[in-house]
């Protein structure tokens, strides 16, 4: 019974369409109409992020994004934030290890305004990114830096995490938000080279979705994005490949000042867009997703050896995805408990599979965050745009809760027996000190 | 290079530069009037058909400000709102998450000055089941003496970990020094090791059986009904929870000591310096609250307001800093004694340890400019445009909706509040805005807290002349 238990009649595409285009440029582009509500999400995926860094320059990629708000040959200054704010719009950018963003939700008469200012720094940001900008963003992304992950307990796990994960040389081995001393060598021609570089309409893919009329926005986009020039001159990222497994348990100890022990882990896992990674995904719901989970039910309600135990899942398409670990501990517990308990769990789940209570709810979750991404004109759009560069085709994200729907309890079984082990995992270990130094994470770094 | 830079000259002569566009005519938007009713139990119903809105949000507003809990108690409301989900007349812990999980739903259930708030969310589909779910965690929790206990050491961990949160820790510091130590509002609203540590399964029971009756909620329920039948589900499910008839909860007035003063919550090595800078203010009943609403986010409302114009794009100091107004409890008008309500009126955000002294002193310098000289009109007309023009976007999903009405319930405001306000902030003018945000952030009387290196930022601090200026272990 692969659908018998969907929430909704279309599985959560709600009969939501989109239409393909392609300008002359190389530009994709993605239109979808929904008349509800009287607004217009505009979403651009430039298809470069961390991995395309290279040693000695991370973070280069989050930076330039910071960059692409100040200013460019029509767009003064702060323009840009200030033109999509006084027309009563939202907006933001944000940096991943394969992608840039940048969106903006128009109030619907206002859609022309954002398209226009799109284009402008698309053509034209090189016209206006001088050394001050530069400057000033450098010091402006150190202090994101120091608030989302230096100053913050545990909040360096992440980048610990997948420096283990990923080996060095690996272009996932570093964090979208990149080094302190990397972030200081970044020059003004660094920054030129990686616009000249990446940022062409042949590189990115722009979906416009809310109350729009497809035709009059397919020529506003025409009319501003048109004249571009595409450019051929990216190098791919280097292969992100790897064994399908670690071969080998990883491990690091950190003692820095936090307020609790905790048993952090990343399992290597299948690439994003197959149905191994959706059946890893109901696997790590099953075993650590909300509050009637195997490990929330042993570690949380039965052995009361954690103050939060859970599971994560790291979606990568250009590398194996990462699933997460996240283990608190309560009081005194020593973190070797908490490892003996949680082995026992995937161990256990390995052997007998997940059961049909378990499948059903672990379906019904991903299904609920699936129509959660969909409620906002401005999530379809994000997803419009990752299925289009990632996977080259927008219209899977329409059918991706169908997908996550149709995979079986033996399929969940597999991966978790093929995975979901030790000898395929990096650990990271927190022993807490009383000194004064000390460090979450998120794949994204927002501007 | 060398290709690349032909590039950008193809750039320069082959992209055609239009003229910036000019918008459309507005299509009509309007906050949405809910439609209000009460159950034969005496429950308050909200309800607001938004089609599209598959994700069906429910809220539940309990009267039972934090006041209420018994002396040396603090948190009992926390863990009895928790405990909420764990265990019914039907299922125990283990299986009652099981069954909302089923539902694909998600219940979060907390307790703040004003009361109560329990918040579902779930596919419309599953909604009559889900509120069944919800309605006997309201009408009939089993607080196993053990799952109480379990709750009560879960909460005992996380206080540490809140405590080592920068911004948490600045909030609790805050409280602290504004309000007097005899008001709850001084004390962290989830309870203390000593507070929490006395809590047992009893003190949790007689906390619900004082509070928890349909009489004194609302129900707040939004999201796309086709082919649900609402009434019935209702009927059902929270129509079956009974209770006594609600007493009016009286609240002491909120007062809080202004005087501009600094406390640097020692932090020795923090790479940062966590600001939080406030004092206390009127609530939304007052008539300048537009006014204020629309000075605040000139004042630092964005990246673009006047703040972070300073400290973040000029000086690169921060990420961002923002300044915002927020209810901490509101009572009706009408209530004996004239409205009691209050909101924090604050300025927050992180600054590297280095910049700290120079920061603030632009902090300081952009309040006595902005009280000296006052906001433009160009500020103003941006601001409104950008305030009212956003709400569309702001109330696309259910939840958004939901927790504004929920809201506006819990604060005694009438349902169209919020539809009004957009209305007032539009003929608010730039007079009008200068004053209220000078009036909310005045230079002299102003608290504010560091969460910090002291070894490194007293003694700039001091300098500054902006209070005097108390070092407290973090």
Not at chain 1, 241 to 258: D, I, K, N, S, Y
Request: glycine residues 8%; hydrophobic residues 40%; aromatic residues 6%.
């Amino acid at each position: 019974m692969p659908m018998g238990h969907t929430a909704t009649e279309k599985a959560g595409s709600g009969g939501l369409t989109a239409t393909e285009h392609r300008l002359a440029n190389g530009l994709r582009v993605v239109l979808s109409v929904d008349p509800l509500t009287p607004v217009a999400a505009v979403c651009l995926w430039y298809d470069v992020g961390s991995r395309h860094e290279v040693k000695g320059r991370t973070g280069l990629a989050h930076l330039f994004e910071h960059l692409m708000f100040q200013g460019s040959a029509q767009v003064k200054g702060n323009g840009h934030f200030e033109l999509v704010q006084g027309a009563g719009g939202s907006l933001n950018g944000t940096t991943s290890f394969e992608r840039t963003n940048y969106f903006e939700t128009m109030p619907a008469h206002e859609l022309e305004l954002a398209l226009w200012l799109e284009a402008d720094r698309m053509g034209s940001l090189l016209t206006a990114l001088d050394d001050e900008s530069l400057e000033n963003q450098r010091d402006v992304v150190k202090n994101e830096r120091r608030q989302r992950y230096d100053n913050v307990p545990y909040g360096t796990a992440f980048e610990k995490l997948t420096a283990m994960a990923y080996p060095e040389g690996h272009p996932y081995h570093h964090t979208p938000i990149g080094s302190m001393a990397d972030l200081d060598a970044a020059s003004l021609e660094d920054a030129r080279a990686f616009f000249r570089t990446y940022y062409a309409p042949n590189n990115a893919v722009l979906s416009v979705v809310g109350d729009i009329d497809p035709e009059q926005t397919l020529a506003w986009i025409e009319k501003y994005f048109g004249s571009i020039p595409s450019h051929d001159g990216k190098r791919p990222p280097r292969s992100g490949e790897l064994p399908v497994t670690m071969g080998g348990q990883l491990r690091e100890v950190v003692e820095e000042e936090v307020p609790s022990r905790a048993l952090m882990a990343a399992y290597r896992l299948p690439h994003d867009g197959t149905r191994e990674a959706d059946a890893a995904d109901l696997a790590l719901t099953v075993l650590g997703g909300g509050e009637s989970s195997r490990l929330y039910n042993r570690l949380v309600r039965r052995d009361r050896s954690a103050v939060a135990a859970g599971f994560g899942l790291l979606r990568l398409a250009g590398a194996p995805s990462l699933g997460w670990l996240d283990v608190k501990t309560s009081g005194g517990v020593e973190v070797a408990d908490i490892e003996s308990a949680v082995d026992e769990e995937l161990a256990r789940f390995a052997a007998e599979g997940p059961t049909p209570e378990e499948m059903e709810r672990a379906q019904a979750q991903l299904e609920r965050e699936w129509l959660d991404r969909l409620a906002t004109v401005s999530g379809r759009a994000d997803e419009l745009c990752r299925y289009a560069v990632l996977f080259g085709d927008p219209q899977l994200a329409l059918t991706a809760v169908g997908r996550v729907l149709d995979i079986t309890p033996e399929e969940v079984q597999a991966v978790a027996q093929a995975r979901l082990r030790p000898d395929n995992r990096a650990v990271l270990v927190y022993e807490p000190t009383a000194a004064d130094d000390s460090a979450d994470n998120d794949e994204e770094a927002d501007r | 290079m060398s290709d690349a830079t032909t590039r950008e000259d193809l750039a320069m002569s082959e992209m055609t530069f239009h003229p910036q566009p000019r918008g459309g005519a507005p299509r009509p938007w309007a906050f949405p009037a809910p439609e209000r009713g009460a159950l034969p139990n005496g429950l308050t119903v909200l309800r607001s058909h938004r089609p599209g809105q598959q994700v069906v949000a429910v809220e539940v507003d309990i009267v039972a400000p934090l006041e209420t809990e018994p002396a040396g108690l603090d948190g009992v409301a926390t863990i009895m709102a928790r405990a909420l989900s764990e265990g019914t007349d039907r299922h125990d812990a283990e299986e009652f998450a099981a069954e909302l999980e089923r539902c694909g739903a998600t219940l979060d259930a907390h307790a703040d000055h004003p009361g109560v708030r329990v918040s579902l969310e779930v596919p419309a589909s599953r909604l009559p089941r889900a509120l069944g779910l919800l309605a006997d965690a309201l009408r009939a929790p089993a607080f196993p003496e053990s799952e109480v206990e379990r709750l009560v050491r879960n909460r005992l961990d996380e206080i540490p970990h809140e405590l080592a949160n920068p911004g948490r820790r600045a909030a609790m510091a805050l409280s602290k020094e504004l309000f007097p130590a005899s008001s709850r509002m001084s004390r962290p609203r989830q309870g203390t090791e000593e507070t929490v540590g006395r809590i047992d399964a009893a003190a949790v029971r007689a906390f619900y059986d004082a509070h928890v009756r349909p009489a004194a909620a609302t129900a707040v329920i939004v999201g796309d009904f086709t082919g649900v039948d609402v009434d019935a589900a209702l009927a059902d499910t929270l129509g079956a929870w009974q209770g006594s008839a609600a007493e009016p909860v009286a609240v002491t007035p909120i007062t809080a000591d202004g005087t501009g003063r600094v406390v640097i919550v020692d932090r020795p090595g923090a790479v940062q310096t966590q600001l939080l800078i406030g004092r206390i203010g009127a609530d939304r009943h007052d008539r300048q609250w537009p006014a204020q609403v629309l000075g605040t986010y000139c004042l630092g409302g964005t990246l673009t307001s006047r703040l972070d114009r300073v400290l973040r794009e000029e000086k690169g100091y921060t990420y961002g800093v923002r300044a915002f107004g927020q209810v901490l409890r509101s009572s009706a008008p009408d209530a004996p004694g004239g409205s009691t309500g209050a909101s924090m009126l604050a300025i927050s955000g992180s600054v590297d340890t280095e910049s700290t002294g120079p920061a603030l002193d632009d902090l300081w310098k952009v309040l006595r400019t902005l009280a000296a000289e006052g906001l433009t009109d160009a500020e103003r007309d941006v601001a409104v445009q950008n305030l009212v023009g956003v709400a569309p976007l702001k109330y696309e999903t259910a939840a958004a909706v939901a927790g504004t009405l929920a809201d506006q319930v819990e604060q005694h405001l009438p349902d169209d509040y919020q539809a009004q306000l957009y209305a007032r902030l539009a003929e608010t003018g730039t007079v009008e805005a200068t004053a209220a945000v000078v009036n909310a952030f005045p230079a002299d009387r102003l608290v504010t807290v560091l969460v910090g290196d002291a070894a490194q930022i007293a003694e700039p601090v001091r300098a500054l002349g902006i209070g005097e200026v108390t070092v407290v272990s973090g």
